[in-house]
T-cell receptor, first 116, second 113 residues
Framework: GAVVSQHPSRVICKSGTSVKIECRSLDFQATTMFWYRQFPKQSLMLMATSNEGSKATYEQGVEKDKFLINHASLTLSTLTVTSAHPEDSSFYIC????????????FGPGTRLLVL | KQEVTQIPAALSVPEGENLVLNCSFTDSAIYNLQWFRQDPGKGLTSLLLIQSSQREQTSGRLNASLDKSSGRSTLYIAASQPGDSATYLCAVFSSGSARQLTFGSGTQLTVLP
């Protein structure tokens, strides 16, 4: 099956700093990528959907100026958490799908963010 | 807006028992439904995907059913093992302009040796 990677797998940062998380599709072209956030013992909540070469579409309640998403190529999307605060500590998971198989999403292994 | 509910939130069973996890969704206009497994601190592992036209899918000791009209799905695990301990997530792929996955809150399963 298709493989999606995320980097880093875990990051600890100080409050006020910015953190960038990468999501890569390793063996297919991802025309659409999704970013989810998961708080402890809760389900995945969709943050935003990004299509290659265009601006991301954010879900209600997600601040686009705080969570910057770039999907500049068909294999890479990045999520930058700007001026991170402790309440941003969470598990961030990306997923990707290709144009030809739009019903199927492939998930990355997730990135654990801890803001001190 | 699609809403997905999973019951129970947590379940603890002795090894060897057969068990059923439940998932319900509010909007029956779906393309497919998926069951995932998530181990602590890890990503998602897809277990079974049922297309809207199907009623069930089987993989080894797992069987998932789908009743789209009533908005329900079940995941049946036969002869449970301690290695089955994980959180099981149900996700619905909605049709229409949204075309996105909506996840339930999961059932945390513990299989006791």
């Amino acid at each position: 099956g298709a493989v999606v990677s995320q980097h880093p797998s875990r990051v600890i940062c100080k409050s006020g700093t910015s953190v960038k998380i990468e999501c890569r599709s390793l063996d297919f072209q991802a025309t659409t990528m999704f970013w989810y956030r998961q708080f402890p013992k809760q389900s995945l909540m969709l943050m935003a959907t990004s299509n290659e070469g265009s601006k991301a579409t954010y879900e209600q309640g997600v601040e686009k100026d705080k969570f910057l998403i770039n999907h500049a190529s068909l294999t890479l999307s990045t999520l930058t958490v700007t001026s991170a605060h402790p309440e941003d500590s969470s598990f961030y998971i990306c997923s990707a799908r290709s144009e030809g198989t739009w019903e199927t999403q492939y998930f990355g292994p997730g990135t654990r963010l801890l803001v001190l | 807006k699609q809403e997905v509910t999973q019951i129970p939130a947590a379940l603890s069973v002795p090894e060897g028992e057969n068990l059923v996890l439940n998932c319900s969704f509010t909007d029956s206009a779906i393309y497919n439904l998926q069951w995932f497994r998530q181990d602590p601190g890890k990503g998602l592992t897809s277990l079974l995907l049922i297309q809207s036209s199907q009623r069930e899918q089987t993989s080894g000791r797992l069987n998932a059913s789908l009743d789209k009209s009533s908005g329900r799905s079940t995941l049946y695990i036969a002869a449970s093992q301690p290695g089955d301990s994980a959180t099981y997530l149900c996700a619905v792929f909605s049709s229409g302009s949204a075309r996105q996955l909506t996840f339930g809150s999961g059932t945390q399963l513990t299989v006791l040796p």
